[in-house]
Nanobody, 124 residues
Framework: QVQLVESGGGLVQAGESLRLSCAASGRTFNNYAMGWFRQAPGKEREFVARITWSAGLTYYADSVRGRFTISRDSAKNTVYLQMNSLKPEDTAVYYC?????????????????WGQGTQVTVST
């Protein structure tokens, strides 16, 4: 059974950094991609970043490109989201999710398994 467990959220001030982790288990992920999504109160879940396990290909939402970096450690089956220059509008619950790599992109409906989420709060 696939399990995704996020950690690393917290409360920071604008301009500071956080690193989120997503520990994955339950399958071999070589042919899969991992994505980070976020959901703020009263808003729809939105795509943040994505990486393929095997090739390490990455893709970012325009709102975070240049500030956030997604990476993976295959030996640890863990995906990271390094978030720099955080803004109050980055405040949300952040989720990691997995999908077969061939499906592509940014639509949350394409992702099969989800973690429980971790709260990120950025104050002014």
């Amino acid at each position: 059974q696939v399990q995704l467990v996020e950690s690393g959220g917290g409360l920071v001030q604008a301009g500071e950094s956080l690193r989120l982790s997503c520990a994955a288990s339950g399958r071999t992920f070589n042919n899969y991609a991992m994505g980070w999504f976020r959901q703020a109160p009263g808003k729809e879940r939105e795509f943040v970043a994505r990486i393929t396990w095997s090739a390490g290909l990455t893709y970012y939402a325009d709102s975070v490109r240049g500030r956030f970096t997604i990476s993976r450690d295959s030996a640890k089956n863990t995906v990271y989201l390094q978030m720099n220059s955080l803004k109050p509008e980055d405040t949300a619950v952040y989720y990691c999710a997995t999908t077969p790599a061939y499906r592509g992109g940014t639509n949350a409906r394409n992702y099969d398994y989800w973690g429980q989420g971790t709260q990120v709060t950025v104050s002014t």
